[in-house]
């Protein structure tokens, strides 16, 4: 009768387990593979590309006004470069590669890229996250085991 508890016990542990570990995966946040990004290289000209330094062919780029309003649109050059000096009333510019990715710089602020470190960052704080899980879970086991040895 006590291993038939004891499995059901354990059984409901696993379970249990495994729904944490699901809530867990479910709720990561964006993963940047190959992060879409601008970088300024003057003060007219962008590169446009991802992470990584790579760039896709015909990234559709559009610079807007402060309103929001198109001023110009056209397509980055084959190694990612885009040149916006005929406006000069540009606030904002928007690229598109037309797969998803999708990246809105303001005229005048620094590029954002997410640095090596960052990245490794949040790779060890989510392997510290399943670590402790397991700990949880497997005090939990030990005490269990240890109170049914003692009755």
Known sequence: MKSNKKNRIQRRMVT???????IFLLSVTTVYAHRMMIDPIKDTTIWVGYEGGTTVENINVEVLDEE????????????GYYS????????????????GHRVTW???????????????LRIGGIVLGFILVALFFWQRIRRFNKGERSS
């Open 84 to 99: 916006f000096e005929n406006t000069p009333e540009a606030h904002s510019i928007v690229a598109d590669d037309g797969m």
């Open 16 to 22: 249990k387990g495994i729904l944490v570990l699901l």
């Open 68 to 79: 929001g309003e198109l001023l110009a649109s056209d397509t980055a050059d084959e190694e």
């Open 106 to 120: 303001v005229v005048g602020e620094s590029a954002v890229m997410m640095e090596g470190w960052t990245r490794y």
